[in-house]
């Protein structure tokens, strides 16, 4: 594909490499053009090549992420929650949270993060109610609003959540979301696997994704950060930061419920053109 847009400035990253592989102690991801490593940065630490330069979180997620699983053509990735087991250890929130929580304080907010993830998996995000998260944990109502002040507050950490599920799967888990494929097939399982989380979460994730500040905000540029490393690895000739924009937007949760909702297309349907659409802004063959 001829892309009539500049090139990237010259970069002097690091070869590419991936966490999760044989060296993983010692292998980095290059760092994007125009961010530079936290200085000082102990090991183990989030990098900027993770979080686009946003300072989002403690230390880098462990290997084996859930529900991560490879797949073929045409099949949907799903990284559904698991219930009950909430985020990978250390994983990167995007939220702005505490520091010395007790540790039955953090239990009580993982069991309503988990009563909720149940909730919108068998009715939907209309189900995600202060009350029914309530009945569903077996507390009180007022302690799910101390916890979450709002039910706005509530849908912010269960996003959040799964957010961190989803990097911990295309940061450390298996293949092809995660490191070990070629940057073509990761692009595109990252795509089926944004694709299934917005089926899932649906008006929850199109609210979350509204606004002006939303691109400027972590979530999203974790994730422009990934899709352009991925671009650079494919040797694709645009110009890497408008192509990410780009097939992000592709991947807008408002677009993709109107997909699926008015024009009647499959989650499968949508897959399949993200892929064709990946392949060919990286001039992969799609045979």
Same mark, same amino acid.
């Given at each position: 594909?001829?892309?009539?847009t500049? !090139?990237?400035? #010259?970069?002097?990253e690091?070869?590419d490499?991936? %966490? *999760? @592989? $044989?060296?993983?102690?010692? !292998?980095t991801e #290059?760092v994007p053009?125009?961010?530079?490593?936290r %200085? *000082? @940065? $102990?090991a183990?630490?989030?990098?900027?090549e993770?979080?686009?330069g946003l300072p989002i979180?403690?230390?880098?997620?462990q290997?084996?992420?859930?529900?991560?699983m490879?797949v073929?053509t045409?099949?949907?990735?799903?990284?559904?929650p698991?219930?009950?087991?909430g985020?990978?250890p250390?994983s990167?929130?995007?939220l702005?949270t505490?520091?010395?929580?007790?540790?039955d304080?953090?239990?009580?907010?993982?069991?309503?993060l988990?009563?909720?993830?149940?909730?919108?998996?068998?009715?939907g995000a209309?189900?995600?109610?202060?009350?029914?998260?309530?009945?569903?944990?077996?507390?009180?109502?007022?302690?799910?609003?101390r916890?979450?002040?709002n039910?706005?507050g509530?849908m912010l950490?269960?996003l959040d959540q799964s957010?961190?599920?989803m990097?911990a799967a295309?940061?450390?888990?298996p293949?092809?979301?995660?490191p070990?494929?070629?940057p073509?097939?990761?692009?595109?399982?990252?795509?089926?696997?944004?694709?299934?989380?917005v089926?899932?979460e649906?008006d929850?994730?199109?609210a979350a994704?509204?606004?002006e500040?939303?691109?400027s905000?972590?979530p999203?540029?974790?994730?422009?950060t990934?899709?352009?490393?991925?671009?650079?690895?494919s040797?694709t000739?645009?110009?890497?930061?408008?192509?990410?924009?780009?097939l992000?937007?592709?991947?807008?949760?408002?677009?993709?419920?109107?997909?699926?909702?008015?024009?009647?297309?499959?989650l499968?349907?949508?897959g399949?053109?993200?892929?064709t659409?990946v392949r060919?802004v990286?001039?992969s063959d799609?045979?």
């Open positions: 594909m001829n892309c009539d500049p !090139a990237d400035e #010259p970069c002097t690091p070869p490499s991936e %966490p *999760g @592989g $044989p060296d993983a102690a010692s !292998a #290059p053009c125009g961010l530079a490593p %200085p *000082g @940065g $102990p183990g630490i989030a990098r900027d993770v979080s686009g979180g403690p230390a880098a997620v290997h084996s992420a859930p529900g991560a490879p073929g045409g099949t949907a990735l799903s990284i559904e698991v219930i009950g087991q985020p990978p250390h990167l929130s995007l702005p505490g520091t010395g929580e007790r540790s304080a953090a239990r009580n907010r993982q069991l309503l988990d009563a909720a993830e149940a909730l919108v998996q068998e009715q209309d189900g995600v109610t202060m009350d029914a998260v309530a009945k569903r944990a077996g507390v009180g109502k007022g302690t799910v609003f916890r979450f002040g039910r706005a509530l950490a269960l957010d961190q599920k990097q295309y940061m450390f888990g293949p092809p979301l995660g070990g494929a070629p073509v097939e990761r692009l595109i399982a990252f795509g089926r696997a944004r694709l299934a989380g089926e899932l649906g929850v994730r199109k994704d509204a606004g500040q939303h691109y905000g972590a999203y540029n974790v994730a422009k990934h899709v352009s490393l991925l671009l650079r690895q040797g000739p645009c110009s890497v930061p408008l192509l990410a924009d780009t992000l937007a592709a991947l807008d949760a408002g677009l993709i419920l109107h997909q699926m909702r008015v024009l009647g297309n499959s499968e349907q949508l399949d053109h993200w892929e659409l060919q990286t001039d799609a045979g």
